[in-house]
């Protein structure tokens, strides 16, 4: 499959890029970094602006058959990136006719009244810019998603175990993380689904199986 | 009518809430000034803090027959006060069953093609946090909604004076965006609609007649 990751340079993305390779298939590695990737093989890099309008990042998406959205500012331009960014990227799906998109949220992010809990309170922004991404994508979109939602991500080593539908924030290995959306990617029993994540015991395949 | 105006002590708040009772109408004054409104008859002040969770705001919206927001932060906390805490406010109105909604938006909000325009490109991050209140709006509520999108807001006369659905950007005195504001108050004909407003030569009455 040839693949669209969104944000690929990035501390989720980096990691992404290389299970999906692993997995067989061929990376469009699109990020504001596209020299990280050079010589990588199976790996295309390509400069990403997700302050481009729809019609240039359709064009970026020429021959992709799935496409993901790991990128984030950090909290330095959530309304243009978070938000904005990963709409304009559905719109661009849409417009092309790629069905699969699997977006990288965060967790609760469509359940507001949980965003006082102490691990979240200082995130209220952030959450906010996941919340009409993943909104948009699960209401003004026809696409078979995926929502990945993890805790805290940690620079911990991955596990490759995790526990889905938890409902107490705990934390994330990235590398657990980049496992699981990598998982998903040809798994219809994900679409149109919402998966919570933390640290758990359950092997990611069964887990994802399990969905 | 009782008539609650989010935001009304800011700049087109303020004058809203002053026409509105000229009209005839009781205001609840929400705002996080409410000393603005001390001893002025049929308003009654509010504190209003957009922060609070939707339940909160339900509870502020005892005995209304219609809600306005024209809330702003004016740039310092878009997605929390602009974006959300106008999505929140519309939850919090579904909630109670208030069914009139009227809401302050901006020009081309909900056209992103259309931001590149010399007068918008230096507010994206707003025009963002007003394309999610506005599309919240118009496809996850059934409330009879009206959404005025003036261009630049000016401190200049009133004129009484307007145009609707001009397509490019000129300037609004901020009391002309007011009085339309008050004046679509009970105009059914305005129900579901955006209003695009800008300087013209139509009295207001007649030029919200005709939409």
Redesign the interface.
């Known amino acids: 499959m040839r693949v669209f990751v969104a944000g690929a340079s990035g501390r989720v993305g980096t990691l992404l890029t290389r299970d999906l390779v692993e997995q067989g298939n061929d990376v469009v590695a699109a990020s504001r970094h596209p020299e990280q990737f050079a010589g990588q093989d199976h790996v295309t890099a390509m400069t990403l602006d997700l302050?481009a309008?729809?019609e240039q990042l359709a064009e970026d998406l020429h021959g992709v058959d799935a496409v993901y959205f790991v990128a984030g500012s950090r909290g330095k331009d959530?309304?243009?990136t978070d938000?904005?960014g990963a709409v304009?990227l559905m719109m661009a799906v849409q417009q092309v006719g790629i069905k699969r998109f699997i977006l990288l949220s965060s967790m609760f992010a469509d359940e507001?009244?949980k965003w006082?809990d102490p691990n979240l309170r200082n995130i209220?922004?952030y959450n906010?810019?996941k919340?009409?991404a993943d909104?948009w994508l699960m209401?003004?979109t026809d696409l078979n998603y995926t929502i990945v939602q993890p805790c805290n991500l940690v620079e911990e080593p991955a596990t490759g175990k995790v526990a889905f539908g938890v409902q107490h924030s705990t934390t994330n290995s990235i590398g657990d993380v980049a496992a699981v959306l990598a998982a998903v990617l040809d798994k219809p029993n994900t679409y149109r689904k919402i998966i919570m994540m933390s640290n758990g015991d359950i092997p990611i395949a069964e887990a994802v199986a399990q969905v």
Do not use: W
Request: aromatic share 14%; no cysteine.
């Open positions: 302050h309008p729809v959530l309304l243009q938000a904005f304009k507001p009244s006082d209220t922004n906010i810019a919340f009409f909104q209401t003004r």
